[in-house]
């Protein structure tokens, strides 16, 4: 016959190994749970158990349990709904806007409903910084999508995503509604299983390129505001870099920050 203390130790064994001195059991729940979700085995949307049933599951308390999902909340792989429960975060621009670019005039306009036009999806040699910003070997080829934003028939920005062939194959197959009617990052997750965590950027005044002028129809060398963007997903995982110019005498960039 078993002793209930031997269920605990071969259900403590099963939490993620830690190298190095002990470490608290809510840190090797912590790690155990995230390597779920980056293998894939809870998936974007997904409601995950109870705290009551993984404390029973592993053998723990609530209380550890709750400090262990805390973590992973601040860190974004869970997000938590009042009422419902706690889910698997996927692209974390859903649960604000669906949309990358936000524009006003001012704060008492209302948003520009912009629509997405896809101008095309070509797989190139793949240039710097590029390759060294999303961690790929010099000229490891690339896929780059160009798409214009536009409110009503005025264009309001342009965008260049530069995303690894390895990661993405087939994605210059798809048809242009796909990245016209949603977000690439809702794409992306859907077809790839890649959910974006986090991005990070720069942005400044710029003077527009010749040919990025044209397309915005701006005068050439006109004012406007450049972002260079990187996309990370689990594992903080580089797999998009963005270079976007934003007509901003017409409208300006919005942003919510929580």
């Known amino acids: 016959m078993t002793e209930p203390w031997e269920d605990s130790m071969a259900m403590l064994a099963r939490l993620a190994p830690i190298d190095g001195p002990p470490v608290p059991a809510y840190y090797r729940l912590q790690e155990t749970l995230r390597k779920k979700i980056e ?26 349990v709750k400090k262990a999902l805390g973590n992973l909340v601040y ?15 996927g692209t974390t621009l859903r649960r604000g806007s669906l949309r990358y670019y936000r524009m006003m005039e001012s704060f008492a306009d209302e948003e520009a409903d912009l629509r997405v036009s896809l101008l095309g999806i ?15 070997p010099v000229k490891r080829r690339l896929f780059e999508l160009r798409r214009l934003f536009l409110s009503g028939d005025v264009p309001m920005v342009y965008s260049v995503s530069y995303m690894p062939e390895s990661l993405f194959s087939g994605l210059d197959a798809f048809p242009p509604a796909l990245f016209e009617k949603g977000t690439l990052y809702e794409a992306i997750e859907k077809h790839y299983g890649l959910p974006c965590i986090y991005n990070r950027e720069l942005l400044s005044a710029a003077q527009a390129p010749a040919d990025v002028a044209k ?26 870099y963005r270079l976007s110019w934003c007509a901003t005498n017409r409208r300006r960039i919005y942003r919510e920050i929580d």
């Open 122 to 136: 070509s797989l190139i040699e793949g240039f710097e910084p590029a390759c060294s910003l999303l961690g790929l």
């Open 75 to 89: 860190e974004g792989y869970l997000f938590r709904v009042q009422g419902k429960g706690t889910f698997v975060s």
């Open 39 to 64: 293998e894939m085995r809870w998936r974007p949307g997904e409601a995950i158990p109870s705290e009551r049933l993984i404390a029973e599951e592993y053998g723990l308390s609530v209380g550890t």
């Open 215 to 240: 397309i915005l129809k701006l005068q050439p060398k006109g004012p406007l505001i450049s972002i260079e963007m990187i996309a990370y997903t689990y594992k903080d995982m580089p797999y998009e």
